[in-house]
DNA sequence: ATCACTATTGCGACTCACTCTCAATTATTG
DNA sequence: CAATAATTGAGAGTGAGTCGCAATAGTGAT
């Protein structure tokens, strides 16, 4: 079906971020290992927002001799650079995330320990107001909110 | 000075604080030690937010013999029940703050690590809107904005 | 294709914040 | 004051993540 952009599906962020893993290591001198295109390709196919672990458990079922260090650390340069973005939910362990997307923020189902993004423009305002009054600029911001299905009466 | 009731400097809300623990540790059967006393009093005494290290630096110089471990303990039982909050930030490690205060959120100082707090009703109330329109209850959340002083130009 | 160069990897040792175990101590109740 | 059991201090243990190092493998030049 050639000429059929639209569809979204399994890899469809991956070639994109393959290749901004290519132009990004020719611009810092860094190499594109099978590594890193691997955990990074794998990550892209991630609904999700795993942690070390549970990427690292994905990974070794493609490429079984990749090691969780250089997990952890592809995770590290990759954030760096803004290829991918890290988070720390409530349990304190990071969980990764393939960058690109638009800036959101979580939801975290406590009882299922899914993440759902959404993003509020004005709440996004209304922290620009807060720093500003206080005579700050942001930097960053963390905003998680913890929930559970509504019970239903 | 008696009828002074304005004063909130040292030991503004301690003994208030310390009458709760009093009370908490007879309705559970807990035991009101020196230690929970000392530890208590010391963090309400603070006006930061420190860490447990810098806690039990602070315990130490007044009660020396004072181990970390129970400084964790403490914590972790006075939180269980409300009287003090827990608060990790970007750096990962756990902060404490008396309890007693009604509720904000941070806005962290990345240069100096201080924290300023703040209440945003706004805020709170677009939380609720968007956990309900993804048919969720809110059980918590954490919200804080990472700042640095502003570039005068 | 081969080489030289050096970034990267896998491994295991290590760190750091925090928790646990356990014998000794001490708050509480009678 | 004695009996009871919660709490403590000390140090060993845990778990996520980092680091040092020898072996491996991208990369650009030949």
Known sequence: MPGD????????????????????????GMRVTEQRRIILKILSDSPD?????????RVVRLAPSISIATVYRTMNTLESYGLIERHIFADGRA????????HHDHLVNVETD??????????EELQKKIADEHGFDIVGHRFEIY???KKRR
């Open 49 to 57: 927002h795993p942690n070390a672990e549970e990427l690292h458990r």
């Open 5 to 28: 952009e639209k569809t979204q599906e399994a890899g469809g962020m991956t070639d994109n971020l393959e290749k901004k893993l290519e132009e990004l290591c020719k611009e810092k």
């Open 147 to 149: 929930v559970r299905a």
């Open 114 to 123: 899914e993440i759902i993004e959404f993003r509020c423009d004005e709440i």
């Open 95 to 102: 969980r990764y995330e393939a960058g690109g997307s638009e």
